[in-house]
């Protein structure tokens, strides 16, 4: 039982970069949610994705991509990197009815230099 | 803007005592709970959920939930040192969006 893999576990890149995080899931959830944790601020989210094909913005949207082509990936982007975006990423996905819990990754820990 | 409270703590507790974890929410027409651990460099792990009033036990864990009072809290029982994490409190705001707004999480630390 897979679950649900980010990849890669561990990324360095520099500013101005582009670098794309990715997310599988094997339980055919519908939901998808990308989240990024920072001291401080705790998990916040940046998008989520109902279904294929439907995205939508969560609390930090600015700075990222994220596309929904298969139900089972759901990549995020970050086009240009900055520094403020050094965080560790994480994906989590939800079966359908909008009140399930959701189940997360091992995490993306990003490093923007 | 809907919020999650919860104590940061450090909350310290001795080993075999019961911990009492908190979280207040300000979304009234909030219907999904959730109680996540989160070991140091890892990711947020489910532990419970509620969806009513009143309370819920699974092995150690009991989550209690009170609507009227926007409270919902989790007791771990017979604590260990391996009980020893962050515990994020989630909550599904109303709109069924499946959208969760976390608190910042209480550290527990069971001191053997």
């Known amino acids: 039982d897979a679950g649900i893999t980010q990849s890669p576990r561990y990324k360095i890149t520099e500013t101005g970069r582009q670098v794309t995080l990715m997310c599988h899931q094997t339980w055919s959830h519908s939901y998808m949610f990308w989240y990024r944790q920072d001291l401080g601020h705790g998990l916040r989210l940046i998008y989520y994705s109902a279904a294929a094909d439907i995205t939508d913005k969560g609390e930090v949207p600015d700075g990222y991509v994220v596309s929904r082509s298969k139900t089972e990936n759901f990549p995020l982007t970050l086009e240009s990197a900055t520094r403020s975006q050094t965080s560790v990423y994480f994906c989590?996905?939800?079966?359908?009815?909008?009140?399930?819990?959701?189940?997360f990754g091992d995490g993306t820990r990003l490093s923007i230099l | 803007q809907k919020e999650v409270e919860q104590n940061s703590g450090p909350l310290s507790v001795p080993e075999g005592a019961i911990a009492s974890l908190n979280c207040t929410y300000s979304?009234?027409?909030?219907?999904?709970f959730f109680w996540y651990r989160q070991y140091s460099g890892k990711s947020p792990e489910l532990i419970m959920f509620i969806y009513s009033n009143g309370d819920k036990e699974d092995g150690r864990f009991t989550a209690q939930l009170n609507k009227a009072s926007q409270y919902v809290s989790l007791l771990i029982r017979d604590s260990q040192p391996s009980d020893s994490a962050t515990y994020l409190c989630?909550?599904?705001?109303?709109?069924?969006?499946?959208?969760?707004?976390f608190g910042q999480g209480t550290t527990l630390q069971v001191k053997p």
């Open positions: 989630a909550v599904n705001g109303s709109g069924n969006t499946g959208k969760l707004i």
């Open positions: 979304d009234r027409g909030s219907q999904s």
């Open positions: 989590a996905s939800m079966g359908a009815g909008g009140s399930q819990p959701q189940h």
